[in-house]
C-alpha cells in the first residue's frame, strides 16, 4: 500500500518549487490566509513531522494554477494496482529531482560536479522508468 503521505509531500515539494521556492511559498500563504508562516513550517511539513493542511494545499495549486493533489485525490477510485505503479514511480522521480537540485545548487568542486552529474543521470533513469511503466499499461 503506498504511503499517501509521501505522495501529498512529493506533490507540496513540486508545488513550491513552482512557486518559487520556500520564500515564495511563505509569502503566498501569508497573503492568502493573513497570518504569519514560517519556512521552518514548511520544512517540517515536507519532513513529514507536520502534516499538510487543506488551505496549504488550495493556496498552493490555486497560485501556480495546477491542481495535481486534487487531481490525485480523485484518481483514487482508478484501479489501485496502476495507480499505485503511478505512484511509486512518481515518488521515485521526485525523490531522485529533489537529490539531484541539491547537488546541483551545491557544487562547487570538480567532486561535487561529478556527484551532481551522477544525481541527473539518476533523474533520467527514474523517468525513463516511469515512462516505460506508462507505456506498458498504456497499451
Known sequence: MPDERKILTA?????????GGYDAAVAILEARW???VSKGTLSKKKSGILDWTVTDVIALQEAVGKRPVFDWLNSLDDDPEVL??????AADLSREYGDAMSAVLSARTPDDKAKAIKE???VRGAADRLIGTMEAMRK
Open 11 to 19: 506533490f507540496m515539494s513540486k508545488l513550491i518549487a513552482q512557486c
Open 120 to 122: 541527473l543521470h539518476d
Open 34 to 36: 493573513d497570518h504569519p
Open 84 to 89: 499505485a505503479c503511478h505512484i511509486a514511480g
